[in-house]
């Protein structure tokens, strides 16, 4: 192709390719997920890392410093498939911080300045997400769309509506019944989505969305999920930014939550095009933490033997997976909602991650994964449930000697705490503040940093007696 950015599909058997201009969630010839990919020779030359750091010093003036601003569009040369900088839609993205957590390290028995947390929650919709629809929308404006839609469990739907609000295209989400946390949703209300509340889960609302977006072309639905391969190509850039925080030098492990498994993919595609380039020595080890109510990626990987293999992959173990799901009428469950998925559609890409990046699969428990939230929290940032399964899943790796206490560890903090205060508050007071109005405790909560809050008469000495720790 004259073109050096093109889609391509990820079995190596086919390996058709599309031009970039196509909308396309799948290979038209065999079904699989696509990549977009470079014909780096046709682009130019990038000698080091280091190239990124005259940015910082353009931020905010003119097109090239509106785009220097962004967190992911300052790497813009690694991830080039669109046609012209005027194209790129951008709310400023990408501003986060990598923290060393020195704090919480000591409390999982790990020496100091080797646990870092990078804090996507500070995105502006308050989740990793805004680096992927950056990408996606900036190839829906060049394509033409009008009208934007995805299934979500809460950060997708919120980040979507966002970047359609500020691209002026009418945004539509796919929410399943009682499954998204009231902070999300009041996002996708408020930035102006047409929400749908399908009654089912996140797997059947993605069934659909993907029957009207691919099915049904006369609609003119351009489809936001992470099975747009442009969504990932914006996630690559959490990696740039972890290496630009460190000097450019890898971490020895990366750990992240898994749910539809687009972060993982994302974060093995970029190690791998950076190999190739040869601007960086070391690729990182890759830990994907599954919540155990959602467990399929470690299902297959850790007790089923699933490997990527090459791109020959056993399918028909992900097929009798899924089959038994249906069989037994399965649905996932856990306090973790944004990873609350069973059919991830990244699966694939997820494998090539693990290989490319050496990596291991684990679960931890909803129990496990709101007491980490509440240990970020207490001796970090604060973060939404899903996150701490990166902690959760750090805690057990330092257990086993997995991971050793003087290696350097990045966990992947994916959504700010606000994005569900139900479940922070409900950990600290034992209350369902969806059926609550008042903070007096009705249950003992179970947390072992619970920090229930004190009721107190509108009396001074009793306030002061409470405040001294004698109410």
Known sequence: MADPAFQQCLNPACA????????????????????????????????????????????????????????????????????????????????TVLQQADLLARQLNMN????????????????????????????????????????????????????????????????????????????????????????GDFDDCLRRIRQVAVDMPELGIYLMNSVNPFRLEGQKSIMYRILEAMDWQSPDWVIVPGGNLGNCSAFGKAFSELKELGLIKKIPRLAIVNASGANTLNELVSRRGLKWNGGAFDASLIQRHY??????????????????????????????????????TLEVTDDEILEHRAMVARWGFGCEPASAASVAGLHKLRESQTIGADETVVCILTGHELKDANATVKYHTGIDLSAAQELAPRSEPKGKLSNRPVVVDDDLKAIIAAMEGRG
Not at 326 to 345: G, K, L, M, Q, W
């Open 16 to 95: 058709a390719t599309y031009d970039v201009a196509q909308v396309l969630v799948a290979c038209t010839r065999c079904g699989n997920l696509l990549d977009i990919r470079y014909d780096w020779g046709k682009l130019p030359t990038i000698k080091s890392l280091s190239y990124f750091e005259h940015r910082w010093s353009t931020k905010g003036v003119g097109v090239e410093g509106t785009l220097d601003f962004s967190g992911v569009w300052r790497f813009r040369e690694l991830l080039p498939f669109y046609r012209r900088e005027e194209e790129i839609v951008t709310i400023g993205e990408g501003r």
């Open 323 to 360: 089959a038994a799901l249906d069989e037994s009428n399965y649905r996932p469950h856990t306090v973790a909602s944004a990873i609350e998925i069973s059919r991830p559609v990244n699966l694939p890409k997820a494998l090539r991650a693990l290989e490319v990046m050496n990596g291991v």
């Open 112 to 199: 100091p300045g080797k646990l870092l947390l990078q804090y996507e929650g500070l995105n502006p919709s308050g989740s990793f997400k805004d680096n992927g629809m950056t990408a996606a929308f900036t190839h829906a404006r060049m394509v033409g769309a009008k009208k934007v839609a995805c299934a979500s469990t809460g950060n997708t739907s919120a980040s979507l509506a966002m970047f359609a609000s500020l691209a002026q295209m009418r945004g539509i989400v796919f929410i399943g019944s009682g499954k998204i946390a009231l902070g999300k949703l009041s996002q996708a209300l408020d930035y102006g989505a047409l929400t749908l509340q399908i009654r």
